[in-house]
């Protein structure tokens, strides 16, 4: 165990993987929690790839939100649950922290590091980072969630087949809120996408 408190399983598949337990680690009252963004380092890293990612309820007035993800990594195949509720969240995007929590415990669940560590988006309590209130702190923060607009931004002619297809994952969550609330922005996004996911299969074709 390390003075992280991290246990020796994890350290040793982050030594493989070559991450730094005390970058990537942050100790909330003696449970060891991993950062998102090494979640999916480690998930490159192993080339584990999401197979599925579904709404199994959605209750956006109630911000109840749960969803499934099935991942796979070479001959193996998991499946995990992200639940996403009042009770357990405290920011105003439940569709994209339950797809997070849904993603992270499968990549931890194929790197063998379930059990041992967190992810960051199952803990309540702030990070060391967001430990100091202050308005310009929490713009930024806020600013770093998927919104519709972004993923407009992102679509371009330029992506791969592979990479428009990991967008559409990336943000289904906000796609689903917008499908509701904002019917518009909804169609603009859906149809952009389209025409692009269309000229890659007509290229394929040719």
Same mark, same amino acid.
């Given at each position: 165990m390390s003075k992280l408190n991290i246990p020796d399983e !994890?350290? =040793?598949v982050f030594k493989e993987l070559g991450i730094t337990s005390k970058d990537a680690v942050w100790d909330c009252h003696g449970t060891p929690v991993v950062l998102h963004k090494y979640i999916e380092v480690i998930g490159a890293k192993l080339n584990v790839s999401i197979d599925a990612l579904d709404i199994v &309820? !959605?209750?956006a007035k109630d911000g109840i939100v749960s969803m =499934? #993800?099935?991942a796979s990594m070479k001959d193996r195949q998991v499946i995990s649950y992200g639940e996403c509720s009042p009770k357990n969240n405290k920011n105003a995007y439940p569709y994209a922290m339950a797809e997070k929590r849904a993603v992270?415990? #499968?990549i931890l669940k194929l790197a063998n590091l379930h059990g041992f560590v967190y992810s960051e988006n199952e803990i309540d309590d702030a990070k060391p980072s967001q430990k100091v209130s202050s308005k310009p702190t929490e713009k930024k923060i806020i600013s770093e969630e998927p919104t519709v607009e972004k993923f407009m931004t992102e679509l371009t002619d330029k992506l791969k +087949?592979? &990479?428009l297809? !990991?967008?559409k994952v990336k943000y289904r969550g906000v796609m689903e809120i917008a499908k509701q609330e904002d019917k518009e922005l909804f169609k603009e996004a859906a149809l952009k996408y389209q025409? +692009? &996911?269309s000229n890659h299969t007509r290229t394929l074709q040719q």
């Open positions: !994890a350290i =040793k &309820e !959605a209750n =499934k #993800c099935v992270d415990r #499968c +087949l592979s &990479e297809t !990991a967008l025409l +692009l &996911e």
